[in-house]
């Protein structure tokens, strides 16, 4: 009589494997080294808390107006804190590829598309911090925000999208740069430059008309107006930009122009870091 294999008589066990689990351990990575020390994630803090205490209260009593223009500089401080969060952790991108770990990671058996999945999720989830911080000092400071239960969907999905498209372009853009140096001196045509053309100290339509136009196809104008929708219940932006009479109409069309960005944006990027490391 021949022995039984073991084999035979026992099932062999399915090892399930969490498709999620890699990123997270990549996020928490991220994480961790992007707030080794609680100066670092206080520091960038300080600017929506500048903004919200001392810039938006000047800009009103130096030009006269009231509390309604306080609050649209406080919301429009949302479009220039999510281009240069992202820009920054862009830049974490480049010192992990020079002097951390990244070498090891892409020899790791993952997806090269969960290193650039694991950076964005801690990115957004910085940069969704910053702006409720934001959010609650210019509600301490006395700033209204008119905000309902879909206006803060509106608002949400707005500045969710708009982030993952900017991180998207840094990301992009650390790939493609090989010094932090070079990076660094791209920042301000990138971040800065489009937060002054998109209406977020003013109207798009007090620019002049060829500036005017090239607004409109700026996603952060889109974005803002978005936000400002949200949280203010102004559909004044939107209707710079699409000039209809449905408002919940002009807002999904600004939504999927920030949706259409947001995923372009995060599949160049993760193609273009996939491509750079294998140089």
């Known amino acids: 009589m021949s022995a039984i294999s073991p084999e035979a008589v026992l099932p062999r066990q399915r090892v399930t494997k969490n498709p999620l689990a890699p990123l997270a351990t990549l996020a928490v990575r991220r994480f961790q080294l992007s707030t ?9 803090l300080l600017t929506p808390i500048m903004f919200a205490l001392v ?15 306080e609050a649209f500089v406080a919301t429009g401080t ?11 952790a862009g830049l974490g991108v480049i010192v992990d590829r020079e002097s951390g ?19 964005l999720a801690v990115a957004s989830a910085i940069t969704a911090l910053q702006i409720a911080v934001l959010i609650a000092v210019g509600i301490a400071r006395g700033i ?3 905000a309902s239960g879909t206006g ?8 969710t999208l708009f982030t993952v498209g900017m991180y998207g372009a840094a990301e992009t853009l650390a790939s493609r740069v090989p010094k932090a140096e070079e990076y660094i001196a791209r920042v301000p045509a990138i971040a800065i430059v489009p937060w002054f053309l998109a209406g977020s100290l003013f109207p798009i339509s007090a620019l002049p008309g060829f500036l005017s136009w090239f607004a409109k196809f700026l996603p952060l104008t889109h974005g803002l107006a978005l936000v400002r929708y949200g949280l203010l219940g102004d559909s004044t932006g939107l209707h710079n930009i699409w000039k209809l009479h449905d408002t919940t109409a002009m807002a999904s069309l600004s939504l999927l122009v920030v949706a259409v ?9 993760i193609r273009v870091f996939s491509r750079s490391a294998v140089r």
């Open 36 to 44: 080794r020390t609680p100066r670092e994630l206080v520091v960038p």
């Open 261 to 269: 960005f947001a995923a372009a944006l995060t599949m160049i990027s």
């Open 144 to 146: 209204h925000f008119d």
């Open 78 to 88: 949302v479009g220039l804190l999510i281009p240069l969060n992202t820009m920054f």
């Open 55 to 69: 810039i938006a209260p000047a800009l009103k009593q130096a030009l006269h107006t009231g509390s309604g223009y």
């Open 152 to 159: 803060i969907v509106w608002f949400v999905a707005g500045a």
């Open 101 to 119: 770990a990244q070498r090891e990671l892409l020899a790791a058996p993952i997806p090269r598309a969960l290193l650039v999945l694991g950076n």
